[in-house]
């Protein structure tokens, strides 16, 4: 008789509450916070929590805006130290990380060898592990989908405590479901990620000016085939004829041979960002320089002057390396302490393309007649995917950035829930990633009933204990 392993619960012992933040700094929670550097520690945890109904919130590089990566009621785990590169195989491109790396890992470790991310964010401080549960896009939603379709495999430790590989062919149910789950089901262990080939240190940049919403849409129409990468900065302040103002960039993939710089391009002291803004500036001050600007005049003053400026470079295409293009809002370090001592919120919406133009200058309406217009907004094309509780679809998306100050908190938090409406309305989506406002009668409404009934069996089937929790999950999920 084969005798029975006795499972102890191992001690964890809890450090003292810490301030732990929203990116956009509109909420927070004390919490005590493990870092766990190994699978082992992760697995202790998780079975100790099992056993205390202790509530986890998993954690990445903390670069969701609102309240997906806090926790008010248990403790967080922060996964940034478990992030080693663990293999690339040059032959293939497929890297294998913890998920606890981050994009900005993944670009420097393959970029020399010819191989850039298929997929990355505006910054490059996400971690695998929070841009696989968001299910990130990036500016060539259009081309290439999202994150979760370049995973060739991961393991996963499910909430009560069972390690599994999964692929899309081996447990896919959990494969497809993990990835765009919000942290909710368990937590990424290994990931392997096919990177994608490329020939030149710099792409092929083409800036075009639009005079408004029918401009816009009609240039990624016509341009969206011949581009690998297409984002806009609309102007929300502009209204009438001018609404939808702004400048694209299109982006396109030099071919084999036609960098003549080529691979010297590729190399890391060419890629980073400069350490300096126009030369003088030291980026890491340029928030400060910003701030007189941060208030409703100065960032209409703003959006004006881009709009002026990219005029005079309409259609003077450039040739600019991968991370400067990708992360221009890294340029900034702490651009975001401009809000302070007042906070932001990010609220994107995401709309069937048939209908988003109008659903778009609906949105843009209502802010202009509220008084709360958003500083910034960009705006990509996107299609849809196979994950459970993706945000992508066939269609186009609006990510605007408002400020949140005591004075205006109520207003706007009104603002958006009329927003909500117009989404909902067209069919449209939003995105957990980027959500500090949304209610359980909007999400219960905008995700089909199929994929939320099997979103909650799941939940019951890897995490009994429920010891998964958010924040932002109980605010939309457990709040009725
Ligand atoms: C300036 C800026 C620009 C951005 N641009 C884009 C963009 O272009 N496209 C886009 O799609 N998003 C964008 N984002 C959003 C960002 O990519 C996502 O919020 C992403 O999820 C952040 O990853 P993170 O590691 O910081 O995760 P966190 O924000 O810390 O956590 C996100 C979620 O992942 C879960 N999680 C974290 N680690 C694990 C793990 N190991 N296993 C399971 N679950 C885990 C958390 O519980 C949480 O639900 C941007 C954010 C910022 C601040």
């Given at each position: 008789m084969v005798a029975k392993k006795k499972i102890t619960t191992p001690n964890i012992v809890l450090p003292k509450p810490e301030k732990v933040e929203a990116w956009g700094m509109n909420s927070f929670s004390h919490s005590p916070v493990l870092r766990p550097k190994t699978e082992k520690e992760i697995q202790d945890i998780f079975l100790w929590a099992n056993t205390t109904k202790t509530k986890i919130a998993l954690r990445g590089g903390?670069?969701?805006?609102?309240?997906?990566?806090?926790n008010s009621e248990g403790i967080v785990l922060d996964l940034s130290d478990f992030n080693q590169v663990l293999n690339f195989d040059l032959a293939t491109g497929i890297m294998t990380v913890q998920s606890g790396a981050r994009i900005r890992d993944l670009w420097q470790t393959g970029i020399e060898k010819g191989y850039w991310p298929p997929v990355v964010s505006g910054?490059?401080?996400?971690t695998l592990g929070g841009a696989l549960s968001m299910n990130i896009h990036g500016k060539n939603n259009f081309q290439v989908?999202?994150?979760?379709?370049?995973?060739?495999e991961f393991t996963f430790l499910t909430a009560k405590g069972d390690i599994l590989k999964c692929s899309p062919k081996i447990n896919s149910e959990l494969f497809y479901s993990a990835i765009s789950g919000f942290g909710m089901l368990g937590c990424f262990l290994t990931v392997q990620i096919k990177m994608k080939k490329i020939y030149a240190g710099k792409m092929r940049i083409s800036p075009v000016v639009v005079k408004n919403f029918d401009e816009l849409f009609t240039y990624f129409e016509e341009n969206y085939k011949t581009s690998d990468y297409l984002v806009g900065w609309i102007d929300a302040f502009a209204s009438g004829k001018s609404m939808g103002r702004g400048q694209i960039h299109k982006a396109v993939n030099l071919k084999e041979g036609e960098d003549p710089d080529y691979p010297q391009n590729c190399k890391l002291e060419r890629q980073h960002l400069p350490s300096m803004l126009f030369y003088i500036i030291p980026k890491k001050w340029m928030w400060i320089l910003m701030k007189p600007f941060s208030f409703n005049l100065g960032m209409r003053l703003i959006n004006f002057a881009k709009y002026v400026a990219s005029i005079l470079v309409n259609h003077k295409d450039y040739y600019q390396g991968h991370a400067e293009y990708a992360f221009l809002?890294?340029?900034?370090?702490?651009?975001?302490?401009?809000?302070?001592?007042g906070s932001m919120i990010q609220y994107q919406v995401f709309l069937p393309k048939d209908t988003a133009k109008e659903a778009m200058k609906e949105i843009f309406t209502l802010g202009q007649k509220a008084g709360i217009v958003n500083y910034l907004s960009v705006f990509k094309k996107h299609k849809p995917d196979p994950?459970?509780?993706?945000?992508?679809?066939?269609g186009f998306s609006m990510a605007m950035d408002f400020p949140v100050t005591k004075a205006n908190k109520q207003k706007l938090w009104e603002l958006c829930y009329a927003m909500d409406e117009v989404v909902l309305r067209n069919k449209g989506k939003f995105y957990f990633a980027k959500d500090s406002t949304l209610r359980n009668r909007i999400m219960e409404s905008y995700f089909p009933k199929e994929n939320l009934k099997k979103f909650y069996a799941y939940k019951k089937k890897y995490d009994p204990n429920q010891i998964l929790q958010t924040d932002l999950y109980k605010r939309i999920f457990l709040t009725k």
């Open positions: 903390g670069c969701s805006y609102g309240d997906a990566a806090t910054t490059m401080l996400p989908g999202t994150i979760g379709e370049h995973i060739k809002l890294d340029y900034v370090p702490n651009w975001k302490f401009i809000y302070k001592p994950f459970l509780l993706t945000h992508s679809l066939d």
